[in-house]
């Protein structure tokens, strides 16, 4: 059912005018450009909050004309814009002489005078977007707004605040009475003395430095205000007093369906983890923000130095030099083996394995201690060099023959045969290492060189000698 109130836009037109696509991070420094998310007043790319960007207004804001007010009837109390540039200052409180402006100036902290070219420039545009959300001000910056009825609540508010004048701006002056205390910090405040007056509480005066949010205790910017029960906030804190603020989005909730978790309210569907928007039942808390399970571990898991990738809860690591890596991460820069920590050497910013490191020493021969170019062979747990690994006897190289070990030194097979070989007494031939012999009368001979002289079959054990020859026992039957 609508509304029954008379509303005009035009009643209450604020000028907004903000720049924010494509803005540096000043949180991260690792976004690429502020992208407005879908429904959460934060960064799309880096998912911290658009304030945290280095937002700006696209020119010099009156304070009045963002917040819809009229221009006081006194025009020496208006925004000068001229004036105030002139001045050297984004900003200057009206009708002030150039005296009573150091004197006001004089009592802020320097990081917060919008003196041009300083951080108080800058300082008085982010509060000015900070302490006035737009999306407090203005229906069409609203991302969540789905209803009509949402809308109409919307618009109920700020009519009521333009009918009740919850919304002014301050003026500096000089202190009007004596004997007046000062409304923040409670001391006396001196005749001679500016001083700030709120125009919905004028029985009241404050210090400049303490004219602030009843809430986040920040100076009110441009002295602009809003007032509730007697106590002066800045917007924001204002329409938090109304209504209470989303922790998803930042809107004001302007329908009964909300969730309360912990200290912060939702509309139903924005109690979202911040990384993967995933609606949450369970969730986990880092900087005052809600992550489901598998983002907070993300976000919270150590950082492998190699590979960059979270290391999950339950893996193993190793730390080496201040830095986590998993395991198989943590290996040698040549071969890019995985290697124990305990097993390599540091050459500059690099780790060696002790294979590599054996790879990258000069190979000695093991023989003649010369410098082995191309590939070493290795015997008896020494390295030799081609021509070095060779035959004792006759300097054959043996890198590619049979050969054999005689004592402490190598021999090919030849040699070998050679130098432990008997010879057959009958043929005068050398019988092969290891072969059969037949002994004979201190005399060696083939098996086959040992036989029967008539029919030259091998002899047995037993045998038959006449005239100095050799019978086998059938054939000596015969003689």
């Excluded at 450009?33 to 960064?43: A, L, N, S």
């Excluded at 920040?218 to 602009?224: F, S």
């Excluded at 008997?422 to 012999?437: F, N, P, Q, V, Y």
Aim: overall charge positive; hydrophobic content about 30%.
């Amino acid at each position: 059912m609508p509304l029954d109130f008379q509303f005009s836009e035009e009643d209450v037109a604020i000028i907004i005018d903000e720049a924010d696509v494509g803005q540096a991070c000043a949180q991260c420094g690792k976004c690429t450009g502020f992208v407005m998310h879908k429904w959460r007043h934060t960064c799309f790319m880096c998912r911290c909050p658009r304030i945290k960007h280095t937002i700006c207004n696209k020119r010099n804001v009156n304070i009045r004309a963002r917040l819809g007010l009229p221009e006081p009837e006194e025009k020496a109390m208006s925004f000068n814009r001229h004036a105030s540039v002139s001045a050297g200052f984004t900003w200057i409180p009206p009708g002030l002489e150039i005296e009573q402006l150091k004197q006001y100036f004089g009592r802020l902290n320097p990081e917060e005078i919008p003196k041009i070219g300083t951080a108080g420039e800058k300082y008085r545009d982010l509060q000015i977007i900070t302490q006035w959300p737009r999306h407090d001000l203005d229906v069409k910056y609203c991302r969540r707004m789905q209803t009509s009825a949402e809308k109409d609540q919307f618009k109920k508010m700020r009519y009521d605040i333009v009918r009740n004048g919850d919304f002014d701006v301050g003026f500096a002056q000089i202190c009007p009475k004596r004997g007046m205390i000062c409304a923040g910090c409670k001391l006396n405040l001196k005749a001679s003395e500016v001083v700030v007056s709120a125009p919905k509480l004028n029985v009241m005066a404050w210090h400049p430095d303490c004219f602030k949010c009843t809430t986040c205790e920040e100076p009110l910017i441009d002295l602009a205000y809003a007032v509730k029960d007697n106590k002066i906030y800045c917007g924001r804190h204002f329409g938090e007093k109304l209504k209470q603020r989303c922790g998803g989005c930042d809107e004001l909730i302007f329908t009964d369906k909300m969730l309360k978790s912990i200290d912060e309210y939702y509309h139903d569907n924005h109690h979202a983890c911040l990384k993967c928007d995933k609606e949450l039942t369970k969730f986990y808390v880092k900087e005052g923000f809600h992550y489901c399970a598998t983002c907070f571990e993300d976000i919270s898991g150590t950082e492998c130095h190699q590979c960059k990738k979270i290391i999950h809860a339950g893996e193993v690591t190793l730390e080496d030099q201040g830095q986590t890596y998993h395991v198989k991460c943590f290996a040698c820069d040549d071969c890019r083996k995985p290697i124990d920590k305990k097993k390599f050497t540091r050459r500059g910013h690099k780790k060696i394995c002790t294979d590599c490191i054996e790879k990258r020493k000069p190979k000695l021969c093991g023989k003649c201690c010369g410098r082995i170019e191309g590939d070493a062979i290795k015997f008896d747990g020494k390295l030799f060099c081609d021509g070095c690994f060779s035959c004792a006897e006759c300097r054959m190289p043996l890198s590619e023959t049979a050969y054999k070990r005689d004592e402490d030194h190598l021999c090919c097979m030849a040699c070998y045969e050679r130098s432990h070989s008997k010879t057959c007494s009958e043929c005068r031939e050398l019988i092969s290492a290891g072969s059969r012999i037949v002994t004979h009368e201190s005399k060696n001979y083939h098996p086959k060189c040992f036989a029967c002289t008539k029919c030259h079959g091998e002899l047995e054990k037993r045998f038959t000698i006449c005239d100095g020859k050799r019978y086998c026992k059938a054939c000596a039957a015969k003689i």
